[in-house]
Nanobody, 128 residues
């Protein structure tokens, strides 16, 4: 079992920054994948950024085209915490943001169906 707790959401003006955190607890010592997803009202949940956490000090990162160059995903292995640094935010970034965890991904790290565990979500609201 893996538990995920997000924090760091809030309201920000367009062009500003926010940093989301996701504390993971449970059995995370094996190879795993983690990602950030978001869901706006009336829209499907979409992948924002993900990491291929091989349990080593290095990892691969993946981003949705809409956030490339603005968002950065990172991980602290010691504290088992996942971060999403959001810079130059836009009103269209407004959504509920979720942290997710998976033991294995068959196809795409940006597909929410690939993930086994989810946090409760944290709201991000960007005003123009």
């Amino acid at each position: 079992q893996v538990q995920l707790v997000e924090s760091g959401g809030g309201s920000v003006q367009a062009g500003g920054s926010l940093r989301l955190s996701c504390a993971a607890s449970g059995s995370t010592s094996r190879r795993y994948y983690m990602g950030w997803f978001r869901q706006a009202p009336g829209k499907e949940r979409e992948g924002v950024a993900a990491i291929d956490g091989r349990g080593t000090s290095t990892y691969s990162t993946y981003y949705a085209d809409s956030v490339k160059g603005r968002f950065t995903i990172s991980r602290d292995r010691v504290s088992n915490t996942l971060f999403l640094q959001m810079n130059s935010v836009k009103p269209e970034d407004t959504a509920m943001y979720y942290c997710a965890f998976s033991w294995g991904v068959a196809a795409s790290l940006m597909d929410p169906n690939e993930y086994n565990y989810w946090g409760q979500g944290t709201q991000v609201t960007v005003s123009s």
